[in-house]
């Protein structure tokens, strides 16, 4: 069956996770975007995607958002918003340097994983960081310390292999990862380095574990997976692994477009979830495109309930 053939009726049933799409990090982060125009008027400057997701950028472009790579693509005086994801201590202290009106749309997880890495680093510790190489949250992070304070551990393979030239070290890790693996790469690291020194709680985001437990929770009674979400969004390849692992066959697509009907020949059960920064528009889309093409019966699986908001800054509240 493709695209271009009649479509056919039968039954499909669809598995839904739950939680899925936005987090209370996400949704500040736009929140902080859409209040700036709000404020300010358009233009508002973003550096890096607010969040990594193409129907949200596209959407707050439409509103008047423009999106640079670098601060030296914003003019004076212009409004400027700081990613999600976090940024090195450089970003701000650049835009201060200039007088830019900017605002920090950092996850406050993301913030909390930066404090703790400025108190190992003012203890004379050496810090092994779990993440991924070029993941603007790993550049945020490694720019919260002096140079040479860092170590980038991605792989169990990397932290057998990992020589520190002391033995005062921390660990700290990126907020998207996967949580199995995680758990692997820090029992190394704790079994070759006992004094090492982690978090007091596990900086993986509880959006990410219970995106994974839930999408975990369906994988295993479905034929196919799909995980609406960005390629460059890192908590949505993690819900593909996790899926692909649990045995069904699995695809990352960004929304309902990106759909091969190919893939769905012969399947009887479907599982749907969304990365964290995935609107739940767009799960809906995926839907009605379902619709079209079978008689869908919809289970929605919940394995936790969330209700964490996070606060605005001052300056944006009476927006």
């Known amino acids: 069956m ?15 996770a739950a939680p899925r799409g936005f987090c209370a990090g ?18 508002v400057y973003v550096r890096h995607e607010i969040v990594h997701n193409k129907f ?16 030296d693509e914003v003019p004076d005086g212009a409004p400027v918003v700081f990613s999600a994801h976090g940024v090195p201590k450089l970003i701000p202290a650049t835009a201060e340097a200039r007088g830019l009106a900017w ?33 603007p949250e790993v550049i945020g992070t490694f720019g919260q310390v002096p140079p040479g304070a860092m170590t980038l551990v991605e792989t ?15 660990f700290l890790t990126q907020t998207t990862l996967s949580v199995d ?54 908590n949505s390849q993690r819900l593909r692994e996790v899926a692909a692992r649990e045995g069904a ?22 599982g749907i979830t969304a990365g964290a920064s ?3 528009i767009l799960v809906q889309e995926v839907l009605d495109a379902l619709r079209t093409r079978f008689t869908i019966i919809i289970e929605q699986v919940t394995t936790a309930t969330e209700d964490v908001v996070f606060k605005l800054p001052r300056s944006l509240a009476a927006a």
């Open 2 to 16: 493709n695209s271009s053939q009649t479509p056919v009726t039968a039954d499909l049933k669809v598995l839904i």
């Open 249 to 270: 066959a699995t695809h990352l697509i960004q929304r309902a477009a990106s759909i091969d009907w190919n893939w769905l020949e012969g399947v009887k059960t479907l």
């Open 156 to 170: 169990a393979e990397d932290a057998e292999r990992v020589q520190p030239d002391t033995a005062e070290l921390g």
């Open 26 to 43: 996400v949704e500040r982060a736009i929140q902080i975007v859409e209040l700036a125009l709000l404020k300010n008027g358009p233009p």
């Open 278 to 280: 995935a609107p739940e």
């Open 181 to 234: 693996d995680t758990a692997e790469i820090v029992a190394i690291l704790q079994r070759r380095f006992p004094g090492v020194v982690g978090p007091k709680g596990e900086d993986i985001c509880y959006a990410t574990s219970n995106r994974q437990a839930a999408v975990k929770a369906i994988a295993g009674a479905c034929d196919l997976v799909l995980v609406i979400g960005a390629e460059n969004s890192s």
């Open 56 to 71: 949200v950028v596209d959407s707050l472009k439409d509103k008047g958002a423009i999106f640079v790579k670098e601060l």
């Open 103 to 135: 605002l920090d749309a950092t996850c406050p997880l993301v913030s909390k994983v930066h404090r703790q890495a400025e108190r190992l680093a003012e203890q004379g510790r050496h810090i092994l960081f779990v993440g991924h190489a070029g993941h």
